[in-house]
Each structure stands twice: as C-alpha cells, then as structure tokens.
C-alpha cells in the first residue's frame, strides 16, 4: 500500500538547515518498487518531482511547487561473503550514521571515518561523501536506481558512478532522473585503518592510542566531528556550505607563491586541492552572524541557522563570502548542497 501525499507540506523539519519552506506535496515512499507507478502517474501529470533524503544537503530557496519524495525505505542485506571481503546491500532510507555504526559492530570495516556524516544512505553516493581521509567510491560496490526517465532499472558498477570530489553522475547525466534506490558496499572483515588524517592522529595521541582499531577510529571521528562542527539538531547547518576549490598545477603555484601558508593537498592530474575555510577564514567571516544567519565559529566552512533565517538571508551571506574569497585571493568557491528554487 502507497502511504497517501500530504498536500502543502511544510518542509522546515525536512531539512538539516531549517529553512522555511513547503512543497506542493510530500509522497512517502516505503516501498522502492512502487517507484516505477509512482513516478509515471507523477509525470504523466506534468509534476515536478524532487527525491529527498534527510535533508542534510540541500538549501530550500523557494517552495517546491511539485511532488517531494521522501524516501524511507529500510533494510541491510549480507550479499556475499567470501574471503575477509563482505558485499552489503542497504536500502537509502537508513540512516547513515546508524549503518556505519551497525557495520562496525558486525565486524565489517571501512566506514569508520565516515562516522556521523548526517543524512541518509541515499544521500551518499549523489556528492560522493568523504570526510578523514575516506571518500564513499573507496567502499562502494554498486548503486541500484530507478531511471524515470528511461523507465528502467539500473545497476550501476563504481565506474559507472563516475565519482570524484564531492561528485558524481548522479549530479551530471543522471540528475533529476534517477532515483538511487540501493547502494551496494564492499567491506572488509580484516581491521584496516587510515588514521593519517592530522585532526584524527592529534585526537588518537589526546586518547593515548598508538595502534588505532576501527573502534578507535570511529570513536576519534565523533570527538574531532564533536568538537568542530554543529549538530544539525541544535544549529541548522547543511555540513560544508562550499566545496574545496581544486586549482590547475599553474594557477595552484600562482597562488602558493602568494599565500604560502595556504594548507593544500593533491588531487589528480597535477592539480592541487585548497581549504576553502582557510580562505573565508582569513577573510574574517568564522563566527560572522547577520541576523540569524551565520559562519560557524569553529569551522569556516559551515554556514548556520541560529533559528528563523530565511535562504535569502543564508544565499546573500553566502554570496558576500564568495566575492571577498574572490577578491582577496582570485579564487572561486562553489557552494556544496543543491540549491532547490
Ligand atoms: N581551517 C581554517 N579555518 C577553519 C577551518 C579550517 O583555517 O575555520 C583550515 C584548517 O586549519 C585545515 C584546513 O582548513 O588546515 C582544512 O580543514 P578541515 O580539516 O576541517 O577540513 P575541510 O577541508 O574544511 C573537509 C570536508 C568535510 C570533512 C573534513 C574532514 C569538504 C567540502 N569538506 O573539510 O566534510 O568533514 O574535510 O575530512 O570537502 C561536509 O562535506 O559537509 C564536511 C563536513
């Protein structure tokens, strides 16, 4: 049974950064093969429609004029197991933070450092989360959809996800048509940790660990995440509010030889990825507050919603810090979460 759509539903608990906001209506989705129906009826009717997880990533800028769905399917399926390697299937909408701890406690390792990311399982695959050192493509086997533009179903292989940086097909070629309906893992059942992260080995040496276990890892995750960003159920934040600019070789050098202390990393063919919260940093904008929208004071790089502000609020502060970053340094940054309206 296809749970009924709430008309004119408010959108503000929907969302991590608590905007105001409503759409036309809210369609639950419990059950992915309603998906092919559900979506059909809806665009036979010309509506527009809008996949939601848990709101963690999006700025609700205007009211959805067409359908949300609200995807709350549930499940974690052992698919194979052979040697120390696990293949896990996991319905989108688990929590995320939920099922790295449940894989944890299975004995099934690799997401420790992407402990306490908010959102959902579906939610992954579409910016390609990574935090510590670990990006999702790193532990991804497949990711099954719903194409409601093809009318088919997908099984989509990693290269097929096309994954970079806080990227993926699923922001390109298959945005606004395919619905990720399952996300396909491949762990590990022997320990292996990637703790070379600084914020992670400063937190483990604090904790007295030399030899860290997946345990400590996941542990040190939630205290440096603890300790630097916002609970969304507190302050309303969408994680990051822009992405890392990644520079071409020469330009990255131009900059360097300018800003020498700017902290950066490699990224591929050469180019050289920057700290945009060093920028907007240096830019004086950490702990900034206008109204009750504001720049985090222990992160630079998350914008927050001490209450009532409005996305207008939230879009011009964002704006004013991109054209300083801009100014100051000639460098563009790009905002993370998808901007709806
Ligand atoms: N920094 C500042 N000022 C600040 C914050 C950071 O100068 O207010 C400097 C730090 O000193 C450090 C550098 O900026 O040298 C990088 O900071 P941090 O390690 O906190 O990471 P980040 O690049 O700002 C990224 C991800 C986070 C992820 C962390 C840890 C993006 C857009 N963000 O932040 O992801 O948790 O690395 O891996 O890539 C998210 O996407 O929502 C998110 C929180």
Request: with cysteine; hydrophobic share 45%.
């Amino acid at each position: 049974m296809i749970a009924p759509a709430l008309p004119d539903a408010d959108l503000r608990d929907l969302n991590t950064l608590h905007l105001p906001a409503r759409a036309a209506r809210l369609q639950p989705v419990d059950d992915a093969t309603d998906l092919p129906s559900l979506t059909e009826a809806l665009l036979q009717r010309g509506e527009r429609i809008l996949v939601l997880g848990g709101g963690s990533n999006i700025v609700f800028a205007a009211d959805f004029p067409g359908t949300v769905l609200q995807m709350r399917t549930r499940g974690i399926e052992l698919l194979a197991h052979d040697g120390c390697t696990v293949r896990v299937a996991v319905a989108v909408g688990e929590n995320w933070h939920d099922w790295v701890g449940h894989a944890l406690d299975q004995g099934w390792y690799g997401l420790e450092n992407l402990a306490l990311i908010p959102g959902t399982v579906g939610a992954a695959p579409v910016q390609n989360i990574g935090a510590y050192g670990v990006e999702l493509v790193d532990r991804l086997e497949r990711v099954e959809a719903w194409d409601m533009q093809d009318r088919r179903w997908l099984d989509l292989t990693v290269a097929d996800c096309a994954m970079s940086y806080r990227d993926s097909v699923f922001k390109r070629r298959l945005a606004g048509r395919a619905i990720i309906t399952r996300v396909v893992f491949r762990l590990s059942t022997r320990p292996e940790v990637r703790a070379d992260y600084a914020d992670l080995q400063r937190e483990l040496a604090a904790c007295g660990v030399t030899s860290p276990t997946p345990r400590d890892v996941f542990d040190a995750v939630c205290a440096v995440r603890r300790a630097k960003l916002p609970d969304p159920a507190v302050i309303g934040n969408a994680g990051s509010f822009f992405r890392n600019p990644v520079l071409p070789a020469d330009e990255a050098a131009r900059l360097l030889a300018a800003h020498p202390d700017a902290p950066h990393y490699p990224a591929t063919d050469g180019a050289v990825k920057f700290a945009a919260a060093w920028f907007i940093d240096r830019c004086g904008w950490k702990g900034t507050r206008r109204g009750d929208a504001g720049v985090h004071d222990r992160q630079a790089l998350v914008l927050v919603n001490h209450g009532q502000a409005t996305a207008d609020q939230l879009l011009k502060l964002a704006a004013d810090i991109q054209a300083s970053v801009r100014e100051r340094f000639g460098v563009d940054i790009e905002p993370e979460p998808l901007i709806v309206g």
